[in-house]
């Protein structure tokens, strides 16, 4: 059971450039997340989904943007490649949010963008 | 606005000592919130609090969520160099989104 992976692990950008990140969970969970990690910060969502077909906006959206065809795959699209954008992304999937509560969402390894 | 916020930012102890950090927050409808720890690497779950579960221990670590004053602490007694890590609190408001703070980063010396 491999969880949530992502692919690729590092990345250099130029600016202007475009590039996708893979995400892709195992654990047949509705709910998919992409969140940026700026240093000494906290997480910021940026786009989330809770089913294939159904995504939306985030805290931070501007600047990026995501499908859901498959209950597995959740990338993340930047266009035009902007130095703000040099981050830490992680990817993350939970089961479901019912009435009884929340379930945990489960975090890929990240992927470690430098914009320059 | 939703918002979640953590203290202290950062703190140093030394193996042994007790140490508790703090998460308080400002959401509407309110369901959840979790602690995670983040070493080097993605986040992991250590503990969800909700309504109907308003304290967790494992090991070492418990916690306890106070719905009336709004926050949250961890408590790890009896530190160890493996529990240096930025330990993350996030917020469920009445919506899909997890609200995160900006972590508390531990360090524990030998």
């Known amino acids: 059971n491999a969880g949530v992976t992502q692919t690729p692990k590092f990345r250099i950008l130029k600016i202007g450039q475009s590039m996708t990140l893979q995400c892709t969970q195992d654990?047949?969970?509705?709910?998919m997340y992409w969140y940026r990690q700026d240093p000494g910060m906290g997480l910021k969502l940026i786009y989330y989904?809770?089913?294939?077909?159904?995504?939306d906006k985030g805290e931070v959206p501007n600047g990026y943007n995501v499908s859901r065809s498959t209950t597995e795959d959740f990338p993340l699209r930047l266009e035009l490649a902007a130095p703000s954008q040099t981050s830490v992304y992680f990817c993350a999937s939970s089961s479901h949010h019912g009435l009884a509560g929340t379930y945990e969402q489960y975090f890929g390894p990240g992927t470690r963008l430098t914009v320059t | 606005e939703d918002k979640v916020v953590q203290s202290p930012l950062s703190l140093v102890v030394h193996e042994g000592d007790t140490v508790t950090l703090n998460c308080s927050y400002e959401v509407t409808n309110f369901r959840s919130l979790l602690w995670y720890k983040q070493e080097k690497k993605a986040p992991t779950f250590l503990f969800m609090l909700t309504s109907s579960g308003i304290e967790k221990k494992s090991g070492r670590l418990s916690s306890i969520l106070d719905k009336k004053e709004l926050f949250s602490i961890l408590n790890i007694t009896a530190t160890q160099t493996g529990d240096s890590a930025v330990y993350l609190c996030?917020?469920?408001?009445?919506?899909?989104?997890?609200?995160f703070g900006t972590g508390t980063r531990l360090k524990v010396l030998a």
């Open positions: 996030a917020v469920v408001p009445g919506t899909y989104k997890y609200i």
């Open positions: 989904s809770v089913g294939a077909g159904i995504t």
């Open positions: 654990m047949n969970h509705n709910y």
